[in-house]
């Protein structure tokens, strides 16, 4: 049976039951589950489940064994080069490349379910099972919630190891990189209300940190949710800088090339009661049959330098073995 995945703000993981009925537009009332992908192109996005629970406690269930294979530096060097030469040229400021790890195994997604009461507080449980394939992840990263004509978002860009914090609130580059999502977030927004932006702190997710900035926006008007996602997805934290259509190409082609799951970064949405909030769909595994992929992404700017992204790459792949249960050697 088809079921979708949400954890909402209350610390509830809702879970959505099919068969699902697909419509182009949000329902007017009830209760709907928005799922799409990246590029944004799936036509009926809005799932309505035929029940909804809230997950209560489960029986412990371990992941079985996948066989990963870590991924081959060779290809990120190649879109690396890609990226930082078109920065030197001044064509982007910055992209968000994707390393897909891939595996093979028999994956549990009902083993993820035992895992969730164990997440950091911050790290929000969303997925899709469907019959044979899916995607299941826990993001600290929420792309915007709205209700009763308030946008409330976020910029989350930099990442290091939590014992590095101290050097992590004084990194030039990892500043920039923030401020390239707060400011460009700040833009996209400023035409549609009042915008009022939070001082930058940090993220504290056990083992890795994070910049983060929260933006709250009182809307001139009421818009329409899909209005708000195209104009918010995706974030420099997950997209190009500037964005436009040139950016965003290159940037699918390099997802393309690296292997990139359509799901990965897509927003994951659930709309009850008028109050709609999506997620940015990262630190996940997807699967299809017994073929599973653990994608991860790093910001490059011109002064990205190859080892270090490469070695935040593996950080975040560790991060989302640990979300699973999972070995993290690779």
């Not at 595994?285 to 653990?294: H, M, P, Q, R």
């Amino acid at each position: 049976m088809e079921r979708a995945v949400f954890g909402n703000r209350h610390g509830e993981t809702i879970v959505g039951y099919g068969p699902f009925t697909r419509f182009a537009q949000p329902p007017s009332t009830g209760v709907a589950f928005y799922r799409n992908d990246f590029s944004l192109s799936v036509q009926e996005p809005w799932y309505v489940p035929s029940r909804i629970e809230v997950l209560g406690s489960v029986q412990p269930l371990k992941q079985s064994p996948i066989q990963w294979t870590a991924p081959d530096p060779s290809e990120f060097a190649r879109v690396f080069k890609e990226i930082t030469d078109a920065s030197g040229h001044g064509l982007i400021e910055k992209s968000v490349p994707v390393v897909t790890m891939k595996g093979v195994g028999n994956f549990l997604p009902d083993a993820f379910f035992s895992q969730i009461p164990h997440l950091p507080s911050a790290m929000r449980p969303y997925g899709w099972i469907g019959e044979n394939e899916g995607f299941l992840g826990a993001t600290p990263e929420v792309l915007f919630r709205y209700f009763d004509g308030r946008v409330y978002t976020m910029a989350l860009a930099g990442t290091a190891r939590n014992e590095e914090r101290a050097l992590f609130a004084l990194d030039e580059k990892e500043i920039r990189e923030h401020e390239f999502v707060a400011q460009n977030l700040i833009g996209k927004l400023s035409d549609l209300g009042m915008v009022i932006r939070k001082a930058r702190g940090i993220l504290d997710l056990g083992q890795l940190i994070h910049f983060q900035t929260l933006i709250n926006v009182e809307l001139y008007k009421n818009e329409e949710i899909e209005t708000l996602i195209k104009r918010l997805h995706p974030t420099p934290a997950l997209g190009s800088l500037p964005r436009t259509d040139e950016t965003l190409n290159l940037l699918g082609k390099w997802r393309n090339q690296l292997g990139c799951p359509s799901d990965f970064g897509a927003p994951f949405g659930f709309l009850s009661d008028g109050e709609f909030e999506a997620l940015v769909a990262i630190r996940m595994i997807s699967w299809k049959g017994a073929d599973c992929y653990l994608p991860s992404g790093c910001g490059i700017i011109e002064q990205s330098r190859l080892v270090n992204e490469w070695r935040e790459l593996a950080l975040k792949r560790g991060s989302v073995l640990r979300i699973f249960g999972m070995d993290e050697s690779c």
